[in-house]
């Protein structure tokens, strides 16, 4: 059997650091303590939202790709009207 060097984990987690109803739910630190970067480390908030505010809600980052054993370029976020989410996308470069 390969040897797994290279794991992909994305989609909507309806969570982040950014809002205090968040703070106890762990699986971005999970994810990151198990070394998985997500691109979005370090970018204002104005430049990772794939969830924009709405009935009172403020705009959140709620879509990851979380990446490990491979480079990952910065996630790109497309704006559509086809959900209330913005799906964020990643280029990557296999070793």
């Known amino acids: 059997m390969p040897t797994i060097k290279s794991i992909v984990i994305g989609g909507d987690f309806n969570t ?10 762990r699986t ?14 370090g ?7 794939t969830h924009p505010g709405n009935n009172g809600f403020p ?3 709620f ?3 979380f990446v490990k054993g491979l480079t990952a370029m910065r996630p790109s ?3 559509t009207t086809a959900s209330d989410h913005w799906p964020a996308t990643r280029d990557f470069r296999l070793h």
């Open 16 to 25: 982040n650091h950014d809002q205090a109803m968040f703070a106890a739910e």
């Open 63 to 65: 879509d990851y790709v």
């Open 43 to 49: 970018l204002a908030l104005s430049e990772r939202v």
């Open 59 to 61: 705009d959140a980052t």
């Open 28 to 41: 971005l630190n999970s994810l990151a303590d198990a070394e998985y970067q997500n691109g979005f480390e």
């Open 77 to 79: 976020i497309s704006r």
